[in-house]
């Protein structure tokens, strides 16, 4: 073993693709071992690894941690990306949450039926700009630091440019009307870790196209 953290999930975002974000912020190299069968999922489901019998998985400091946010809160609080005291742990899973709501809206979309899907994404957009955004432009006026958080950076820094580059994915001019959230997401690109992440042939994952979903469907179901 290397000592790196291993992540066990289909070769897709999903809901993994939040925790790749988390590590690679905190600068943590990470190995992929990808389900590309049904086979697959089944061996982890077979010796023990899968504590619900589902992925995600990671294996970390001798873990196999599963569900999502566990996940996430771990790495969070172990790389010092989840505030200075629960005041501030309590804001961030405040915002994190809020943006794990608009973010399913978006990656949900791909799945919709055809003669749902312009309906489906037109709600998800409109929640971007009208619910979502306007909460964390006013947070960023309001706090007055580069962060959301304290005045430095924590997971939901994190969340949220993922957030909006995922949104950005749909609706390449979705910060029009939020200068401040346009200089935050100028400002955590350029950091050295997540920089190149955002770097082409890194682990972070493409869009979920629709040719790929029977094979996922096949892994999963």
Known sequence: MSGKPVLHYANTRGRMESVRWLLAAAGVEFEEKFLEKKEDLQKLKSDGSLLFQQVPMVEIDGMKMVQTRAILNYIAG??????????????????????????????MNVVQPADKKEEHLANALDKAANR?????????????????????LSRADV???????AVEESKPDALAKFPLLQSFKAR??????????????????????????????????
Do not use: C, W
């Not at 909460?135 to 960023?140: G, N």
């Not at 969340?159 to 580059?165: N, P, Y």
């Open 188 to 221: 955590m690109s350029n950091m050295p870790n997540i920089k190149k992440f955002l770097q082409p042939g890194s682990p972070k994952k493409p869009p979920l196209q629709e040719k790929e979903i029977p094979n996922l469907l096949a892994i999963f179901s």
């Open 132 to 152: 979502y955004f306007p909460v964390f432009e006013k947070v960023l006026k309001d706090h007055g630091h580069d962060f959301l958080v304290g005045n430095k």
């Open 78 to 107: 172990k790389y010092n990306l989840y505030g200075k005291d629960l005041k501030e742990r309590a804001l961030i899973d405040m915002y994190v949450e809020g943006l794990a709501d608009l973010y399913e809206l978006i990656m």
């Open 159 to 165: 969340h949220l440019l993922e957030t909006i580059l």
